[in-house]
């Protein structure tokens, strides 16, 4: 089983509607969950980040970590064609330098 | 304020040749790391760099060298480039947020080996 899964899609949905995306992990050590998003030709951009167990939202996007299901999820609300982009999880075990392990990315496109 | 920096933007290698990929930031960020992103595959680290004058070997380093020049930038060597190296590299450096490292991606490199 690998470390982090995530769903590659793509995942198609109309201007407007409520995007969810999701990881599931395997190693109980994660504690620091991130979210990037990687427009096509470009690096990833970090996107959110969450502590441990709960939820943080930031103007149409909000994070969820469940810990006990290890399993996070990433909710686009309105969503907009410019919201177009492979999304990628990453997690590490520590608060100090530590290597992050990614998902493979789910690529969203949002259809006008 | 640049963030990460990475040079040159694409590049066309025959088999055998050398070359060596730049990266810069300007973020006072102690961490650096390169990554190799293949269809498929994701993002897979070569090679990572906690603090000036320390490197490390990731998940896939052979075929590669790093050098951590200063605080600054971070290069990735290819000293005999095969086919298998074709791929988009990123660079990245790491800072705290919150009290977690996060890491922040220079533009890639397109390298094509043929």
């Known amino acids: 089983q690998k470390e982090v899964e995530q769903d590659p899609g793509p995942l198609s949905v109309p201007e407007g509607a409520i995007v969810s995306l999701n990881c599931t992990y395997s190693?109980?050590?994660?504690?620091?969950f991130m979210w990037y998003r990687q427009y096509s030709r470009k690096g990833p951009e970090l996107l959110m980040y969450?502590?441990?167990?709960g939820n943080k939202e930031d103007g149409r996007f909000t994070a969820q970590v469940d810990k006990s299901s290890k399993y996070i999820s990433l909710f686009i609300r309105d969503s907009q064609p410019s919201d177009s982009a492979t999304y990628l999880c990453?997690?590490?075990?520590?608060?100090?330098?530590?290597?992050?392990?990614f998902g493979k990315g789910t690529m969203l496109l949002v259809s006008p | 304020n640049a963030g990460v920096t990475q040079n040159p933007k694409f590049q066309v290698l025959k088999t055998g040749q050398s070359m060596t990929l730049q990266c810069a930031q300007d973020?006072?960020?102690?961490?650096m790391y390169w990554y190799r992103q293949d269809p498929g595959m994701g993002l897979r680290l070569i090679y990572y760099?906690?603090?000036?004058?320390?490197?490390d070997k990731g998940e896939v380093p052979n075929g590669y060298n790093v050098s951590r020049l200063n605080k600054r930038e971070f290069s990735l060597r290819l000293e005999s480039a095969a086919p298998s190296q074709t791929s988009v590299y990123f660079c990245?450096?790491?800072?705290?947020?919150?009290?977690?490292?996060?890491?922040?991606f220079g533009p890639g490199t397109r390298l094509l080996v043929l």
């Open positions: 990245a450096s790491s800072g705290s947020s919150g009290g977690a490292e996060t890491q922040y």
């Open positions: 190693n109980s050590a994660f504690q620091y």
């Open positions: 969450t502590y441990s167990s």
């Open positions: 990453a997690m590490s075990a520590s608060s100090g330098y530590s290597t992050l392990t």
């Open positions: 973020m006072n960020h102690n961490s």
């Open positions: 760099s906690a603090s000036e004058g320390t490197t």
